[in-house]
């Protein structure tokens, strides 16, 4: 009996730092042991980038454009530690709808049952999580993706994108889509950061995986065209990576989440944004922000 390979989706909002969390934790897995495809679902079709020096490749769209009939093989390109690399990629600029590079290329794989053939162990989607509608939609509504976990700073447009991603996972739970496994909170550098996502995480009744803060480290790996386990294995940021990739590779439980309501959201973004005027302004102490 073949193994099951553990299907999982990352989403957040454009900028949030996705793709790169998503390729450290993929570097991770792999120098775990594992056999893992990182499959950009990103019509940028960036996502893959710096677990291959920094080189672009050719996309399941671009390379559909030019034959209509393709081998998987030729679209799947060996990255660090010989992780699989997928781009879903986009339509041309101005036509069609931006998701449809992920239902294509996820159907060319399962026709080709590409993913038994390469005895992975992961498969890891790295989604657009602006909007959880037509083929960004894909992995949460039918279910090819078995967790779903949203990367999230403090920032209200972040969890607003979270947010909405979670109403898209209530609304599919009953017909078999993918659950909720957690948030990552990055770019949690300051104490009210870490209050606020932990306040959102439990109203709406979901976790956090890991906090991950913002490090220069990151930055000079990027620039490098690589990874942070890649380029600094042991920095500080590397081991929480590393520590994050071990939580999700022990994950087994995944939940439906409880979504806040937009009139509701706004309401407890605003009480939040009450708390860091008074603590800027010095009327409240910063010890004090979270506990009203």
């Known amino acids: 009996m073949a193994k099951k390979v553990k299907q999982i989706a990352i989403y ?3 900028g949030i730092g996705k793709s790169t969390t998503t390729s450290n934790i993929s570097a991770a897995l792999s120098v775990m042991g594992y056999k893992v495809m990182q499959f950009g679902c990103d019509p940028k079709s960036d996502s893959t980038n710096t677990l291959r020096g920094g080189e672009y490749i050719p996309t399941v769209l671009d390379t559909l454009r030019e034959s209509p009939r393709i081998n998987a093989h030729d679209v799947i390109f060996a990255g660090f530690n010989g992780i699989h690399c997928v781009e879903a990629g986009g339509p041309a600029p101005g036509v069609g709808c931006a998701g449809r590079g992920i239902i294509t290329a996820v159907q060319l794989f399962k026709q080709q049952k590409i993913f ?12 657009l999580g602006d909007v959880v509608c037509g083929g960004f939609a894909v992995p949460v509504r039918e279910g090819i993706a078995e967790h779903v976990f949203t990367v999230s700073s403090a920032d209200f447009m972040a969890i607003y994108a979270a947010n909405n991603l979670f109403k898209g996972i209530h609304k599919y739970s009953n017909a078999g889509g993918a659950l909720l496994g957690g948030v990552i909170a990055n770019s949690i550098n300051a104490p009210y950061s870490k209050e606020i996502i932990d306040d959102f995480v439990r109203r709406t009744k979901t976790q956090v995986m890991e906090y991950v803060p913002r490090s220069v480290t990151v930055t000079q790996s990027e620039l490098q065209g690589k990874t942070t386990i890649e380029a600094a294995p042991d920095s500080h940021q590397a081991k929480i990576y590393r520590e994050l990739a071990r939580k999700i590779d022990e994950h087994e439980v995944s939940r439906v989440p409880a979504p806040m309501e937009v009139g509701e959201l706004r309401e407890w973004a605003a009480k939040w944004g009450e708390q ?13 922000v979270g506990n009203l």
């Open 12 to 14: 957040g909002k454009g």
């Open 116 to 127: 038994e053939e390469l005895d992975l162990d992961y498969v890891i989607y790295d989604v």
């Open 276 to 288: 860091l005027v008074a603590m800027e302004s010095g009327i409240l102490p910063p010890q004090a």
